[in-house]
């Protein structure tokens, strides 16, 4: 049984930071990668941030690059969002993912969810 749990969401002031913490506990056999998503409100769910631990490669929407940075503890199986210089546009429910291999071999993937930490910027 594989566990994810999101947290460090909050209310913040524009200008202001957070960091977001994800912490997958159970039994994963090995981690491909590790994502952040977000959803706003009337909005569809998007990529915001994504390492993958092949390779250590990075990936972030264009809208939060150069301002959020996605980072790792492989040995706690935490994936961390730190959230900088934050505006309005960036207020949403924040999600984590984690891109896992089962035991049976290279075709048994599985994905787990965290349950969402809410992020809101306002004066």
């Known amino acids: 049984q594989v566990r994810v749990v999101a947290s460090g969401g909050g209310l913040v002031r524009p200008g202001g930071s957070l960091r977001l913490s994800c912490e997958a506990t159970?039994?994963?056999?090995?981690?491909?990668?590790m994502g952040w998503y977000r959803q706003a409100p009337g909005k569809q769910r998007e990529l915001v941030a994504r390492l993958t631990t092949r390779d250590g490669n990075t990936d972030y929407a264009h809208s939060v690059e150069g301002r959020f940075t996605i980072s790792r503890d492989s040995a706690k199986n935490t994936v961390y969002l730190q959230l900088n210089s934050l505006q309005p546009e960036d207020t949403a429910d924040y999600y984590c993912?984690?891109?896992?291999?089962?035991?049976?071999?290279?075709?048994?993937?599985?994905?787990?969810w965290g349950q969402g930490t809410q992020v809101t910027v306002s004066s």
């Open positions: 159970g039994s994963i056999f090995r981690v491909n990668a």
């Open positions: 993912k984690f891109e896992t291999l089962g035991p049976r071999g290279p075709l048994d993937h599985r994905d787990y």
